[in-house]
């Protein structure tokens, strides 16, 4: 049950308003996080401009997945590890290599030490060492990499403790243009 309500362009004021409005107009609907997240223009704006400059990042999206569905499953956030689920398996990640993902592994060495490090850094950032990062560095990860996964913990961080604070899960009805 929805602890926060959801707004709509209609119901919103300043600029959450026009970000909301422009979000609506562009892709027809926005989803339950998106149109709650509206009642803080920070927090919105902050989100957006994250999960935009994340599509950036140089992480193998795939890999990136499977680095959220492992935080994901850390945090316990159900409709952020539904839609990472969704997004691996459109990426060709199959049931087995999820499955492992949820548990901060992989059967591939390289994407089980970059998987580990994510659940690590979301964990317990202080006790990153200087041997992991070489160990990420000889799977042939780059630095601007190893960065993008802090990135994407982060990213999933908001995501997962707005929904949970807001009391949303997978299934709600998303906020859709009028006809």
């Known amino acids: 049950m929805p602890r926060l309500s959801r707004l709509t362009p209609e119901t919103t004021v300043g600029a959450s308003k026009d970000l909301l409005a422009e979000l609506v107009d562009r892709h027809g609907s926005v989803g339950d996080m998106v149109s709650t997240m509206a009642h803080s223009p920070a927090v919105l704006g902050g989100y957006l401009q994250l999960s935009r400059a994340m599509r950036r990042a140089k992480l193998d999206r795939r890999t990136s997945e499977l680095v959220s569905i ?11 590890l539904a839609s990472h689920v969704g997004a691996a398996r459109a990426l060709g990640a199959g049931e087995d290599e999820i499955a492992l993902a949820h ?3 992989s059967a591939d060495p390289a994407v089980a030490a ?5 659940v690590q850094v979301y964990r317990d950032p202080t006790s990153i060492t ?9 799977h042939g990860y780059s630095d601007r990499e190893i960065v993008d996964v802090v990135g994407v913990v982060a990213l999933n961080l908001l995501t997962g403790a707005f ?4 009391g949303l899960t997978p299934g709600a009805p998303s906020v859709r243009r009028k006809a």
């Open 114 to 118: 970059i998987v580990a490090f994510g």
């Open 103 to 105: 548990d901060g592994w």
């Open 70 to 80: 492992a935080v994901q499953a850390q945090q316990g956030c159900g409709l952020c």
């Open 130 to 138: 200087d041997e992991q990062v070489d160990t990420l560095r000889h």
């Open 163 to 166: 929904n949970l604070v807001a």
